[in-house]
């Protein structure tokens, strides 16, 4: 089913993009996004997903289950119609103008088309893209089940954000200091699929 849906990536023929395409951390000028893949996996599995987001983009518990599904909301495959990229953008960190900041570990597969409308289907946790400045563009399982959770909850209490398609665990381990103590651990890696 899923490598049947439409996408559409009006984002990326209307905005200015980045004309270099190795994926590599620096500045990027003159534009809003640059084409990136998610980093490949190891042992992708689907942890949990909303059934009521599935719906809205046409996809059954069936096509949830289906493997090319978990390979595209694990970054594993790019299916057609799909490019992924990361947005650039500015902003204020800590009272002070940080200059470029950017998706750091979250990457945009693109937007899909489902009864006419559009959704932006976007993997935290996918990789590092050219905004990654020193990280490695991952994320582990505590706080993208926080996400997971808290997203949804927040749309049901009436605020308005993203929704989660799914939590994937990635069987790949990640470096954290989970209290910025100087002790670092391995954490089980993970990816949420936005959607907005």
């Known amino acids: 089913m899923m490598k049947t849906l439409q ?5 990326l023929r209307e905005l200015p993009g980045d004309p270099e395409t190795g994926n590599f951390t620096r500045q990027v000028h003159h534009a809003l996004w640059s084409l990136v893949k998610p980093t490949q996996v190891q042992a992708p599995r689907l942890m949990a997903y909303s059934t009521e987001v599935a719906t809205m983009l046409g996809l059954s518990a069936n096509d949830m ?8 909301i694990s970054g594993n495959e790019v299916l057609p119609g ?4 990361a947005t650039r953008y500015g902003g204020h960190q800590f009272g002070n103008w940080a200059g470029q900041l950017g998706d750091g570990r979250a990457i945009l ?3 899909l088309i489902h009864e006419h ?17 020193r990280a490695d563009g991952r994320a582990v399982l505590r706080s993208s089940l926080r996400e997971y959770l808290c997203s949804e909850a927040m749309f049901h209490l009436g605020v308005p954000t993203t929704r989660a398609l799914s939590l994937v665990t990635t069987g790949d381990q990640v470096v954290r200091d989970m209290f910025y103590d100087g002790h670092p651990q391995l954490e089980t890696g993970a990816i949420v699929c936005r959607v907005a």
């Open 7 to 11: 996408f559409d990536n009006r984002w």
């Open 65 to 72: 289950q289906d493997p090319a599904i978990l390979s595209a």
């Open 117 to 133: 409308k559009r959704f932006e289907l976007q993997l935290k946790g996918a990789g590092a893209t050219p905004y990654s400045r």
């Open 82 to 85: 799909m490019q992924p990229y």
């Open 109 to 111: 597969l693109g937007e």
